[in-house]
């Protein structure tokens, strides 16, 4: 089920990349980062970078080492890294929050809200400059 809402910028959602993308694009559904607010005449688009748990080899500048401390608990706390040359707009309907399971008494899904600190999305943002070969 898509968001309803645009989400806040730093916001950490689960994104279902489309099936027609091939490697090295994203394949599956991922964490994701949204980095920039809604769009004025655009409201139903969202600009993310994708989270990956492999270290990139080798590290370049368009890639960032998030807090795992910020990140939901249920992606588990292990390396994560912002793979931010892989820059993607999307429709609000390939996004979800994250799912951490279900209530046991009424069988209700439970989610996890997770947001970056701002110091790791400046660092997102530095580095798409990089992507994006802005610096």
């Known amino acids: 089920m898509g ?7 730093g916001d950490v959602l689960m994104c279902a990349f489309p099936d027609c993308l091939r490697a090295p694009e994203m394949i599956k559904t991922r964490p994701v980062v949204v ?36 990140l939901p608990q249920s992606l588990g706390h292990q390396e994560t890294w912002a793979k931010c040359d892989m820059l993607y707009m999307f429709c609000l309907d390939r996004f979800d929050r994250i799912r951490c399971g279900r209530d046991r008494s009424t069988g209700r899904r439970i ?13 997102i943002r530095h580095a798409i400059g990089f992507a994006l070969s802005l610096r």
Do not use: M
Not at 42 to 47: M, Q
Not at 113 to 121: A, E, P, Q
């Open 35 to 70: 980095v920039t607010k809604e769009l004025r005449g655009r409201a139903s688009l969202c600009t993310v970078v994708p989270l990956s748990t492999t270290r990139p080899d080798p590290v370049f500048d368009f890639h960032v080492r998030i807090d795992e401390q910020r």
């Open 111 to 123: 989610y996890e809200t997770g947001r970056i600190s701002v110091d790791d999305l400046a660092k």
């Open 3 to 9: 968001l309803r809402h645009h989400p806040k910028i």
